[in-house]
């Protein structure tokens, strides 16, 4: 049974720094697609990064690309998400996935359904 538990999240403002981290356990390494989706009130979750295990290639959605970085430490089995320049509109519940993927899928920026295991979320609230 593979379990994912995010922490990190929190209160700042504009313009300041997070970072989440993601501690997966019960997978062996191989072809997972690991990634963060948010969801703010109101809206539908969309995928903000993903980086294939076997070889580190990564995908960033347009709105984060630049500001934040998807690293993973194998061997921790710690997935990491760092926030920087974060605007208000980064505002959400923040959720770690994985699954099992093609890398082509993994770095497209694949949908919800593709991945099989989540996190229970955790809050990011940006002031201004």
């Known amino acids: 049974q593979v379990q994912l538990v995010e922490s990190g999240g929190g209160s700042v403002q504009a313009g300041g720094s997070l970072r989440l981290s993601c501690a997966a356990s019960?997978?062996?390494?191989?072809?997972?697609?690991m990634g963060w989706f948010r969801q703010a009130p109101g809206k539908q979750r969309e995928g903000v990064a993903n980086?294939?295990?076997?070889?580190?290639?990564?995908y960033y959605a347009d709105s984060v690309e630049g500001r934040f970085t998807i690293s993973r430490d194998n061997a921790k089995n710690t997935l990491y998400l760092q926030m920087n320049s974060l605007k208000p509109d980064d505002t959400a519940m923040y959720y770690c996935?994985?699954?099992?993927?093609?890398?082509?899928?993994?770095?497209?920026?694949?949908?919800?359904?593709?991945?099989?295991?989540w996190g229970q979320g955790t809050q990011v609230t940006v002031s201004s």
């Open positions: 996935a994985g699954g099992l993927m093609r890398y082509s899928v993994c770095l497209m920026g694949p949908a919800e359904y593709e991945f099989n295991y």
């Open positions: 019960g997978y062996t390494d191989g072809r997972y697609c």
């Open positions: 980086i294939y295990t076997n070889d580190g290639s990564r």
